[in-house]
C-alpha cells in the first residue's frame, strides 16, 4: 500500500489541500497545516481503522468548522427530541393547528437551550428555518424535515447550509477524492482486504472479477461516512468491500461513529454464540419448521443486527436449508457413532460437515452460523474467529 499512500497522499490530496490553505484564515491556519500536512496526510491515509473515530473527535476538538459543515447533526445529540412528538400528520382541523403551534414554540425553546451552551451555527439556521413560514400546514412541514434532519438525514439544509461557511471549509471534500481512488485503485483495496463475503452480512459473495473483457467489484463502503467525514474518504481502512445490499440499500449515510456498530473488518467475531437454532425435538428437521434466532450479546451486534435487517437475512430459505443439512448430518453421525471421531478430525469435520475451519470467516458463508449450529447441536465451541 506504500504505492497507493503516496500516489493519494503526495499527488493528489496535499496538491488540493496547497490550494485550499491559501484560503484558510490567520487564527486557523497554524492548527489546518499541523492536520492537513503531507506528513499527518499520509498517515491518515494508512490509519488504522480503530484510529479512525479519535481523528474525528480531534478535528471536533481542534477545528470544530468542519464537524459542523459536514456534520452538524452530531453537534445536536443532546436535543431533546420528544419536543417533536407531538407532530400531528396534517392540518386540517383546530386542534391539529395549536398542536403544531405548539411544537414549533417548544422546539424553538429546546434550539434556545443548546444555544446558550453551543453556540453553533447550525442553531440558528433551524431556528431560522422553523420560524420562516406562518400558515400552520408549512410550519408542520419545515419541523417534519427538521425532525428528520436530527434523525441523521441532513438532507433539509443541503442546499442553503454550506453558504454559512467559508470556501476553504467548503473545498475540503474535493481534496479528498474518492472518485478517483476508486477507479484507480478500488481492485487493488478489494485484493488488499481479501475477502470473498459482505463483512455486514456474510451472506453475499463479493468476489471481483478481472477478464479481459469485462472487470467486476464490489462496492467501497466508507465506514465512516464520506458526505459525513470528507476527510476520511480515501482513507484504505475506511473503505471497506461489501456487499450491494448492504451498502446501497441498509447502511447509506448512516453515522457508524454514533451508531456503535462494529467494524467487522476489525472488530473480532466474537467466541461466544450469537445464533441460536429453535426447532422441535425428535420431528426431521426442514426449513418450515425451524427458526434461526440472533442473539443480542452486545450493543454492537444489536445495532449490526437492526441495520442490516439480519434476523430476515438469516431466515431465508437457503440459509435454513443450510443449516437444516448440518443438523441431519450431525444426527447421521451421532446416528452412525462416529460423531466425536468426526468433531476431533479437522479433515474429517470438512470432509461429513463442509465447513472449513482453517478458512477466515469473511471468505467462508454463514461461518459463525453453521459453527454456531454445530456448537449448540453437540455441545462443543468450536470458534469462527480465526
Known amino acids: 500500500m506504500?504505492?497507493?499512500?503516496?500516489?493519494?497522499?503526495?499527488?493528489?490530496?496535499?496538491?488540493?489541500?496547497?490550494?485550499?490553505?491559501q484560503f484558510v484564515p490567520y487564527e486557523s491556519k497554524r492548527i489546518f497545516e499541523y492536520y492537513f500536512s503531507l506528513n499527518n496526510i499520509m498517515k491518515l491515509t494508512l490509519l488504522p481503522a480503530n484510529y479512525l473515530k479519535w481523528y474525528v473527535k480531534e478535528l471536533e476538538i481542534n477545528l470544530p468548522i468542519i464537524i459542523q459543515r459536514y456534520n452538524p447533526t452530531i453537534l445536536l445529540t443532546d436535543f431533546d427530541i420528544s419536543k417533536l412528538s407531538m407532530l400531528p400528520e396534517s392540518t386540517r382541523n383546530k386542534a391539529d393547528k395549536l398542536k403544531v403551534i405548539d411544537c414549533l414554540q417548544l422546539t424553538i425553546a429546546e434550539l434556545n437551550r443548546i444555544k446558550c451552551v453551543k453556540n453553533e451555527i447550525i442553531v440558528d439556521e433551524l431556528i431560522s428555518y422553523i420560524n420562516n413560514p406562518t400558515l400552520p400546514g408549512d410550519i408542520r412541514k419545515n419541523l417534519e424535515k427538521v425532525k428528520g434532519f436530527l434523525n441523521g438525514k441532513p438532507g433539509v439544509l443541503n442546499e442553503i447550509y454550506p453558504t454559512k461557511f467559508?470556501?476553504?471549509?467548503?473545498?475540503?471534500?474535493?481534496?479528498?477524492?474518492y472518485e478517483h481512488v476508486s477507479k484507480k485503485f478500488g481492485h487493488e483495496i478489494n485484493g488488499f482486504?481479501?475477502?470473498?463475503?459482505?463483512p455486514y452480512c456474510n451472506d453475499e459473495p463479493i468476489h471481483s472479477i478481472q477478464s479481459t473483457r469485462k472487470t467486476f467489484r464490489p462496492p467501497l463502503d466508507h465506514f465512516l461516512p464520506k458526505?459525513?467525514?470528507?476527510?476520511?474518504?480515501?482513507?484504505?481502512?475506511?473503505?471497506?468491500?461489501?456487499?450491494?445490499r448492504c451498502n446501497n440499500s441498509f447502511k447509506?449515510?448512516?453515522?457508524?461513529?454514533?451508531?456503535?456498530?462494529?467494524n467487522l473488518i476489525t472488530d473480532q467475531i466474537p467466541h461466544q454464540a450469537v445464533f441460536l437454532i429453535n426447532y422441535i425435538p425428535d420431528v426431521k428437521v426442514s426449513t418450515n419448521n425451524i427458526s434461526i434466532d440472533i442473539l443480542n450479546i452486545s450493543e454492537k451486534f444489536k445495532v449490526n443486527t437492526e441495520i442490516f435487517g439480519l434476523y430476515d437475512v438469516y431466515n431465508k430459505p437457503?440459509?435454513?436449508?443450510?443449516v437444516a443439512w448440518i443438523m441431519e448430518r450431525i444426527e447421521f453421525l451421532r446416528d452412525s457413532g462416529t460423531l466425536n471421531e468426526t468433531?476431533?478430525?479437522f479433515n474429517r469435520f470438512y470432509l461429513h460437515l463442509k465447513i472449513q475451519l482453517g478458512e477466515k470467516a469473511n471468505n467462508f458463508r454463514w461461518k459463525k452460523l453453521l459453527l454456531d449450529t454445530v456448537n449448540q447441536m453437540t455441545d462443543s465451541s468450536f470458534n469462527a474467529c480465526i
Open 2 to 21: 506504500v504505492r497507493y499512500r503516496n500516489e493519494v497522499s503526495v499527488k493528489k490530496v496535499f496538491k488540493e489541500i496547497c490550494e485550499i490553505n
Open 166 to 177: 467559508p470556501i476553504w471549509v467548503n473545498m475540503l471534500e474535493k481534496a479528498f477524492d
Open 193 to 198: 482486504y481479501n475477502i470473498g463475503y459482505c
Open 227 to 244: 458526505a459525513l467525514y470528507p476527510f476520511l474518504a480515501v482513507s484504505i481502512y475506511n473503505l471497506i468491500p461489501s456487499g450491494t
Open 252 to 262: 447509506l449515510m448512516r453515522d457508524t461513529r454514533t451508531a456503535s456498530n462494529p
Open 318 to 322: 437457503d440459509t435454513k436449508q443450510e
Open 343 to 345: 468433531l476431533n478430525d
